[in-house]
């Protein structure tokens, strides 16, 4: 099944972060909180300005991005944990190395 979000949401999928802190102390299931960071899977066409004209989101299938705590709506499709959130909840794109860090 394949999900097309409609108007400026967005389908972010949670990036999972470490389970080992610095000192290698490991993070129990329990005690983690969930990311703020996550990959953006599908995008909406955008949302209409006053005029009725389609402006095209700012981000894009692949952007690592960061939200806040308590945003989007928590689904699950075709066994996937999502999170479905307008753009506006998007905090912002990561760029450069830590994004590229972070998917490794």
Same mark, same amino acid.
């Given at each position: 099944?394949?999900?097309?979000?409609?108007? #400026?949401?967005?389908?972010v @999928?949670?990036?999972?972060? #470490?389970?080992?802190?610095?000192?290698?102390?490991?993070?129990?299931?329990?005690?983690?909180? @969930?990311? *703020?960071?996550?990959?953006?899977?599908?995008?909406?066409? =955008?949302?209409? #300005?006053? *005029?009725?004209?389609?402006?095209?989101?700012?981000?894009?299938?692949? #952007?690592?991005?960061?939200?806040?705590?308590?945003? =989007?709506?928590e689904?699950?499709?075709? =066994? *996937?944990?999502?999170?479905?959130?307008?753009?506006?909840?998007?905090?912002?794109?990561l760029e450069?190395?830590?994004?590229t860090? @972070?998917a490794?």
């Amino acid at each position: 099944m394949s999900f097309r979000p409609l108007h #400026d949401r967005v389908v972010v @999928k949670r990036v999972e972060e #470490d389970t080992k802190t610095a000192g290698g102390i490991i993070i129990p299931d329990t005690a983690k909180e @969930k990311p *703020q960071q996550g990959e953006v899977v599908a995008v909406g066409p =955008g949302a209409r #300005d006053e *005029q009725g004209k389609v402006v095209p989101l700012d981000v894009k299938p692949g #952007d690592r991005v960061l939200f806040g705590k308590w945003s =989007g709506t928590e689904v699950k499709i075709d =066994g *996937q944990d999502l999170l479905i959130m307008k753009e506006s909840d998007i905090l912002g794109v990561l760029e450069g190395k830590a994004a590229t860090k @972070k998917a490794a």
